[in-house]
């Protein structure tokens, strides 16, 4: 069993920054693709980015590429997303997940674990 645990999240200022984390419990990790997805209020879960189990290969949604940057330490079995440029769009509740697959999946049902959500609002 993996759990994962995200933290860093807030209010922040359009234009602004954050940083989160995603500690996972486990022997696992090293051996898991990570992903982050958001929701905002009234809509769907959406892919933001993911991290292959080495941290070699990620992907992101277009919507943040550029601006979002994921990465991982498997010695401290934790995954983050560093947060540039923030907008008013970005607002939204963000949730660390953990595939046991190789690929990169961007459907948040093929992912095997969660975590509870951190949010992250982001002010005009």
């Known amino acids: 069993q993996v759990q994962l645990v995200e933290s860093g999240g807030g209010l922040v200022q359009a234009g602004g920054s954050l940083r989160l984390s995603c500690a996972a419990s486990?022997?696992?990790?090293?051996?898991?693709?990570m992903g982050w997805f958001r929701q905002a209020p009234g809509k769907e879960r959406e892919f933001v980015a993911a991290i292959s189990r080495g941290g070699l290969s990620t992907r992101y949604a277009d919507s943040v590429k550029g601006r979002f940057t994921i990465s991982r330490d498997n010695a401290k079995n934790t995954v983050y997303l560093q947060m540039n440029s923030l907008k008013p769009e970005d607002t939204a509740v963000y949730y660390c997940?953990?595939?046991?697959?190789?690929?990169?999946?961007?459907?948040?049902?093929?992912?095997?674990?969660w975590g509870q959500g951190t949010q992250v609002t982001v002010s005009s």
């Open positions: 486990g022997r696992t990790f090293s051996q898991q693709a």
């Open positions: 997940a953990a595939d046991n697959s190789v690929v990169l999946n961007t459907i948040a049902t093929m992912y095997d674990y």
